[in-house]
């Protein structure tokens, strides 16, 4: 099996074209074994490029630890980067099928044909505590919530960007913090399809710090729509305004969250960094 290895941010994927190739029978079992660090390609998880009836391509995303998920933000930037610079379709423009629906993709495109840039509609966020899901409120948004995790009392705000996100805005992201409480947090009860977990220090209005524990994978260098609801929750806590940039461990990303049309805009860097052929051990 052909693969590529990409990252945006420092989110990294590997990712396998369905254009030209099979795909994957287990893609839940093959993303654990390929997406390991010390035996396999190693990455956040795996991404599966493949035809749409509907769209440019579709995306399918699977976490390290073989759960599937309906977005990622910096994912899905690097499928664009994929499907532009392998000719699966041209354009300036791409439309990408994933989980959480189609979303629309603008590219940058440098003096070398390839792909540098890319800017992701991300969509609206939902706020409405039952479809992030959360029963941390029985209704409505959860907004500086006060809850007790481990003895220990943090406020959340929790958004949706098509996948689940408990936000808290801290002094300092520390190890403690990220490594210690965003397990805890990623499959506490009251999340009941687990969740990603941000830790956010804010340094002025329009800049932040971010850290994430990313729901099925631990902590990862980026995360697009983490990076996007820590724009929502950063306006509706009154800590930033609707335009930020976002330092993450593997790179910064832009985002605004247009109110008035209520959709948020992300710009990032997408990198293809090797291809190389797979021999699954499991398949003899």
Known sequence: MRFTKMHGAGNDYVYVNGFDQPIPADPAGLAQRIAHRRFGVGGDGLILIVPSDVADARMRMFNADGSESEMCGNGIRCVAKYVHDHALADGSSLRIETGAGILSL?????????????????????????????????????????????????????????????????????????????????????????????????????????????????????????????????????????????????????????????????????TEVFSGTWDDPTEG
Request: hydrophobic residues 40%; negative net charge; proline residues 7%.
């Open 106 to 270: 603008d590219l940058t495109v440098g003096t070398d044909g390839k792909v540098t840039e890319v800017t992701v509609d991300m969509g609206p966020p939902e706020l409405e505590a039952a479809r992030i899901p959360t029963t941390l409120a029985p209704s409505g948004p959860v907004i500086s919530l006060p809850i007790e995790i481990a003895g220990g009392k943090f406020e959340v705000t929790c958004v949706s960007m098509g996948n689940p996100h408990c936000i808290l805005f801290v002094e300092q992201a520390t190890d403690e913090l990220v490594l210690g409480i965003g397990p805890l947090i990623e499959c506490d009860p009251r999340f009941p399809k687990r969740t990603n977990v941000e830790f956010v220090e804010v340094l002025n209005r329009g800049e932040v710090r971010q850290r994430t524990w990313e729901r099925g994978s631990g902590e990862t260098w980026a995360c697009g729509t983490g990076a996007s609801a820590v724009c929502v929750a950063g306006v509706l806590t009154g800590r930033t305004d609707p335009e930020i940039l976002n330092h993450l461990l593997g790179g910064d990303l832009r985002l605004r969250w247009d109110q008035p049309a209520n959709r948020v805009w992300m710009t990032g860097g997408a």
